[in-house]
């Protein structure tokens, strides 16, 4: 055990030197191997998988490991956890990402906490819908370049199966396969591993199991608030996983969800930014314009910037665009008036606080972050490159 | 605002713990103990496998939606709609009914519906009239029209009325939605800010010279006034708003339910609307009673008289 232990860290610092990124952190190592399950926490319903790629520990630790080598990309220098930071609840901490070849995303990166239990995947894509068939965008996506490794599959899969552990590690996720070193078994791994992200132990959630110490006055406060019809936050940002776009094991139908909510209005005819149109960049169809799928708000207190664009830098701010009803931009190429968009959202109408009402509904927010699920070794980077 | 201050959680977190309303019962179910009671009956009934007799007989319920005399119709603008003749665009237009029952001449039958796994569960069924197209666009494309059960061994003779409620049970209102089955884990139907369910979801976008900028117009029937503790158990809604609907000259063989979005509006003006656009339940929205009292509901001591559900 313990040599075995030496041979990894060893093999993590050689890794590391490689791919140009020398210090690891020892007490980041994490367990040799990590219980990674999708069983569904307290209250959670279980999550619907795709009909080819059941569930196994081995492929759950397999994906963790793909999850974040940077061979993953064509440069080696970016994994899936580069954009992805577990202690950012999985997102990266920029307004808008920036890929393998510094080519810059139009959107921000979305933390995947629950992610298995979302019904579309990425920020205004209806027809994106499996974990499996996402991963290919950020791995092989061209327009824009993410890990750039569209014509180097094999380029990749050789550098994989050079590997020692992996030369272990894919026969056994992928027992019945005689060549288990495939595309589609990375995005197979990895999206077992994007299932294990539960994130269910924030104060809120120990709240609801009866702890009536886990959420201060403040945030019980807030919470009636988000709640309420006042506010009205919860129609799109309510459920067990704060989204309205959900799909569970039990699921008989389609349920997914976008909505424009004024952040922009270029022209008075609801026009958002040309690289940023939301569903309509999808569909063509004019009335999906500035439609976005609503993030979860689970961890949200570590994810800032805010919105798909990561246009507003605070909570603080996130309350003052929904208060005005939409935002309003005076002047500059995007100025317009958010709350006149034709399009926007029935339930964006706005409303009042006082001070002391804003920090109840911050402290509410603050409630929904998960410190276990942030700092949980089982989900770290092994390759100790990732925060 | 009149909220205790751990209710809404307390609400929210009925869907994080499980059943908690064991036992429990609502304003509801004190105002009308009987019929409180027979809903569990047609629970239990539900469970137990029909007589062997093979003389249960099928029965089809088959519901419509219309605005008015036209058919409900995503991608439709429907005219005149209102006191003030507005145009409606629906957004939504889906119910949930149950504890159906049909009358004959020896009284009450109760229908058993099958657990088809989709749109029924237990005595409760969801009918869906939106399909996605349109501007129904954060709706499901599958819709359901119908109530598919059984009546008991030896129900005979003609049928002469329908009776049901619109909205789902106690019971299942306030067990945990995100674990519960089809169709009660709709993300959209749930009711999130007191937990439950949304029992009606009719939305739509409301245009007019006066207001060319089309504004949307929610209908969202729910049980409010929901009391709770930490663990989610609720055990009294103060308004349940749960609606006992009898159809006087129904038989399944010839009618249909029509539920009519003209009538319910015809006493409300949709061209405005104060507070929460349109009415959503709340007790201080002055949208609500017209459209409460369309449902049946009574609103601050004044009955309700129900022009939603018609037979044809």
């Known amino acids: ?387 | 605002m009149t909220t205790s201050r751990v209710r809404a959680v307390a609400a929210f977190g009925a869907m994080l713990a499980a059943l908690g309303a064991e036992g429990c019962s609502d304003g509801d179910a004190l105002a009308t103990d009987a019929g409180a009671f027979a809903d569990r009956g047609t629970l239990v009934d539900n469970g137990a496998a029909p007589d062997s007799g093979a003389t249960a007989s099928d029965v089809t319920i088959r519901f419509a939606a219309k605005v008015g005399d036209a058919p409900f119709r995503c991608g439709a603008t429907f005219e005149g709609v209102g006191t003030t003749g507005g145009q409606w665009r629906p957004t939504d237009f889906r119910f949930y009914v149950h504890d159906l029952r049909v009358v004959t001449a020896a009284g009450e039958a109760p229908v058993t519906l099958r657990q088809d796994g989709r749109w029924q569960h237990e005595s409760v069924a969801l009918l869906d009239f939106e399909d996605r197209s349109g501007q129904c666009a954060n709706g499901t494309t599958d819709t359901n029209a119908q109530v598919v059960g059984t009546l008991p061994a030896g129900t005979t003779g003609p049928i002469t009325a329908l009776r049901f409620r619109l909205g789902v049970p106690f019971a299942l209102n306030h067990a945990n939605s995100a674990t519960a089955p089809s169709p009660l884990n709709l993300s959209t139907l749930w009711w999130n800010w007191q937990g439950g369910y949304k029992f009606a979801r009719i939305d739509g976008q409301v245009a007019n010279a006066m207001n060319p900028m089309a504004t949307d117009w929610y209908i969202h029937v729910g049980s409010t006034g929901c009391d709770g503790t930490a663990m989610g158990g609720v055990t009294r809604c103060a308004e349940p708003n749960r609606v006992e609907v009898e159809l006087a000259g129904f038989d399944p063989a010839r009618n249909t339910v029509v539920a009519d979005l003209g009538r319910l509006l015809s006493g409300s003006d949709v061209r405005v609307s104060a507070g929460a656009p349109g009415c959503m339940s709340g007790l201080a929205d002055p949208e609500c009673p017209a459209v409460l009292r369309g449902f049946g509901i009574t609103v601050a001591g004044t009955p309700g008289a129900q022009n939603f559900f018609r037979v044809e």
């Open chain 1, 1 to 387: 055990m313990k040599s075995s232990r030496l041979r990894r860290a060893l093999v993590t610092v050689l890794l590391s030197a490689a791919a140009g990124c020398g210090d690891v952190d020892p007490v980041v190592a994490p367990e040799a191997e990590p219980l990674l399950t999708i069983e569904a926490p307290p209250g959670f319903p279980a999550q619907r998988l795709s009909p080819d790629n059941p569930y196994s520990l081995e492929k759950a630790r397999l994906g963790r490991y793909l999850f974040y080598d940077r061979r993953l990309s064509g440069n080696e220098t970016q994994s899936c956890g580069s954009c992805h930071q577990q202690s950012r609840a999985f997102t990266d901490g920029r307004a808008t990402g920036l890929g393998s070849t510094r080519e810059a995303h139009p959107r921000g990166a979305m933390s995947l906490a629950n992610v298995g239990y979302f019904s579309a995947l990425t920020w205004a894509n209806p027809v994106q819908r499996e974990l499996e068939r996402q991963a290919l965008v950020p791995l092989f996506g061209e327009g824009p370049v993410e890990l750039g490794l569209a014509g180097r599959e094999s380029e990749a899969l050789d550098r994989l199966r050079r590997d020692r552990r992996y030369q272990q590690m894919f026969p056994r996720a992928f027992p019945g396969d005689a060549e288990p070193f495939t595309v589609a078994n990375v995005a197979r791994a990895i999206a077992i591993f994007e299932r294990t992200l539960v994130s269910a132990d924030s104060p809120f959630d120990r709240f609801a199991r009866g702890d009536t110490r886990a959420m201060s006055e403040s945030a019980r406060r807030g919470n009636d608030l988000f709640f309420s019809e006042r506010l009205e936050c919860f129609h799109c940002h309510g459920g067990y996983a704060f989204t309205d776009s959900v799909v569970s094991a039990s699921s008989a139908f389609d349920e997914t969800a976008f909505h424009n909510t004024g952040l922009y209005n270029l022209d008075a005819q609801g026009a958002y930014p040309a690289h940023n149109t939301g569903v309509r960049e999808i569909t063509g169809r004019p009335e999906d314009m500035g439609r976005f799928r609503a993030p979860t708000l689970r961890n949200i207190a570590v994810t800032a910037p805010y919105m798909h664009d990561g246009s507003i830098a605070t909570l603080d701010g996130v309350l003052d665009h929904y208060a005005a009803g939409g935002r309003t931009i005076a002047s500059g190429p995007l100025a317009g008036v958010g709350r006149d968009n034709p399009l926007k959202s029935g339930f964006v109408s706005g409303f009042a606080l006082t001070p002391q009402e804003r920090r109840d509904v911050i402290a509410f927010l603050e409630a929904l972050t998960d410190d276990r699920f942030l700092r949980d070794p089982r989900f770290a980077d092994p390759f100790g490159n990732e925060p």
